[in-house]
């Protein structure tokens, strides 16, 4: 953990460098960014994940600009030292590089994020290099990219050939090389990751790609058991809210319905001669 009052990236690298761990979790709301912040949670990733865990759309592509921007502004409220990274999402940067550089501008001056992480290994080098030369602290994600899984054959684990892999290796070099200060690699074998990780001088975060990586990252909904969509095979459940909400909500109900709720403790009452006051005047108004 981090002990700063805000995180950086110098301090990712830091950690690389010492061989300490970095945490990230893909969080979407002010309640649980505020919990994680004081958790001891080194970077959270607003992540386009929220289009199917928030939204309730069936794929990632549906989230807009405007929603992401959303999104990204109330965890930036709920934090004081964890890093905020903001997911551009699909058809923010791609377009052209200008573009990239004033959709990236807007997730760091009006949403309140620290950085901005975008898809894809060499053929985003030159939209990288636009937002790095504009200021703008960005990270890479290699391996599985969804805003393009219809062009990679679905949502599999990828790297799993020689040639694939060497691939997945140089896009990761050039997006180190292009300015970006940590790379995401997502569902690709352990051996690659780690050989992808000791190849490079910034960080790596694995979601999905074994232990090898400089961190670690998981969407937030998973870790707490929110199942919206079924828990990836790489990640872990570390609490069951599906079912502790719905017993909540089943007694609240039941409470509600026999009369238990609310109770005498839970009405304001008035005393002494306020009391007094208002039934006099309302057997006045009678």
């Known amino acids: 953990m981090i002990s700063r009052s805000k995180v950086a990236p110098d301090d990712l690298l830091a950690l690389k460098r010492s061989g300490h761990k970095i945490t990230m979790l893909s969080i979407h709301d002010y309640a649980i960014a505020r919990i994680a912040d004081a958790s001891g949670l080194d970077t959270?990733?607003?992540g386009d994940s929220l289009a199917v865990t928030a939204l309730g759309h069936r794929n990632t592509v549906s989230v807009t600009l405007d929603e992401m921007l959303h999104h990204t502004r109330i965890v930036a409220r709920g934090v004081d030292r964890v890093m905020v990274v903001a997911d551009m999402p699909?058809?923010?940067y791609q377009v052209c590089p200008e573009e990239a550089v004033r959709n990236a501008g807007r997730f760091?001056?009006?949403a309140g994020a620290d950085a901005v992480k975008i898809e894809g290994g060499e053929a985003s080098v030159s939209t990288l290099k636009a937002i790095h030369a504009a200021g703008i602290p960005i990270m890479?994600?290699?391996g599985l990219t969804l805003q393009s899984a219809g062009q990679l054959g679905g949502r599999g684990v990828q790297g799993m050939s020689a040639e694939a892999a060497r691939a997945l290796i140089a896009d990761a070099l050039a997006l180190e090389a292009a300015g970006a200060f940590a790379v995401?690699?997502?569902?690709m074998p352990g051996e690659l990751a780690q050989v992808i990780t000791d190849r490079l001088h910034i960080p790596t975060i694995s979601y999905g790609a074994g232990s090898g990586c400089d961190g670690q990252g998981?969407?937030?909904a998973?870790?707490?058991g929110l199942g919206v969509t079924p828990t990836p095979g790489y990640a872990r459940r570390y609490l069951d809210l599906d079912r502790m909400i719905g017993e909540a909500v089943a007694a609240y109900c039941q409470d509600v319905r026999n009369g238990a709720f609310p109770a005498d403790d839970h009405t304001p009452r008035l005393e002494g001669a306020a009391h007094a006051e208002l039934v006099a005047a309302l057997r006045d108004d009678q």
């Open 140 to 142: 890479g994600h290699v």
């Open 222 to 224: 998973d870790v707490l």
């Open 44 to 46: 959270i990733l607003v």
């Open 90 to 92: 699909f058809l923010s």
């Open 108 to 110: 760091i001056k009006e």
């Open 218 to 220: 998981l969407v937030a």
């Open 184 to 187: 995401i690699l997502q569902s």
